[in-house]
């Protein structure tokens, strides 16, 4: 997929509504240290379903929302839009947003949609949240570090395949299901006979 937008708003230190746009090409963020460079990433992270606390380096699910300053009192929501084009060339937009007390909740082009939903469609594309391609300070030294399995997890996410393991867990939870409920029916018959 291609990003082409980023809209944020109440997330970490971006208080204030911010839009970024996402020419084609490569995109460099500067600025001083501690102005929000690292923040941004997150955000990309954070609407793909993200919740790790450590890829986003908070403590809990609301330490994402904007924390307050001395002078600016603290928000009670964080959103964060990401706009572009799935592979096929559809406009696509998504939205997360986390209100305090009320967790998150997702759109798709508009839908109230699950997480997992959201999940599942940007790991098919081999960009979800953790996606080889976002590569934040101190990767490089962890990929180096990484044990052969954490290494697999990596090549199977940037060869898109990561999004056929959830399936696969969703298809044998549903076989159990299925398993259990045939059970059930033989003793029903059973005590029938
Ligand atoms: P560096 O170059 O040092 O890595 P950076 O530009 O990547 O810095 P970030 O790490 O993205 O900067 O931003 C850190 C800033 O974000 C800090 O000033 C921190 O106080 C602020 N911040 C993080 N979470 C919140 C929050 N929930 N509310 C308010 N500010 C926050």
């Known amino acids: 997929m291609k990003i082409s937008k980023l809209r944020l708003s109440g997330f970490k230190s971006f208080v204030e509504p911010a839009t970024l746009f996402i020419e084609p090409g490569l995109t460099g963020v500067v600025g001083p240290n501690g102005c929000g460079k690292s923040n941004l990433l997150e955000a990309i992270r954070w609407v793909m379903g993200e919740n790790s606390p450590k890829s986003m380096r908070s403590g809990g699910m609301e330490d994402v929302i904007f924390a307050g300053t001395q002078s600016r009192p603290r928000r009670d929501f964080a959103e964060v839009v990401l706009q572009g084009e ?52 101190g990767k490089i ?24 393991h959830v399936r696969r867990r969703d298809a044998e939870s549903k076989l159990r299901q299925t398993e259990t409920n045939l059970e059930r029916l033989e003793d029903i018959m059973a005590g029938l006979d």
């Open 86 to 137: 799935d592979d096929g060339g559809d406009e696509m937009e998504v939205v997360r947003r986390i209100e305090r007390g009320a967790g998150s909740a997702y759109r798709l082009n508009g839908r109230d949609v699950r997480a997992k939903d959201v999940a599942l469609i940007f790991a098919d594309a081999a960009t979800g949240a953790h996606s080889p391609a976002l590569v934040s300070q």
């Open 141 to 164: 030294a962890q990929v180096i570090a990484a044990k052969p399995t954490e290494r697999r997890q990596m090549l199977e996410e940037a060869a898109g395949i990561a999004g056929l």
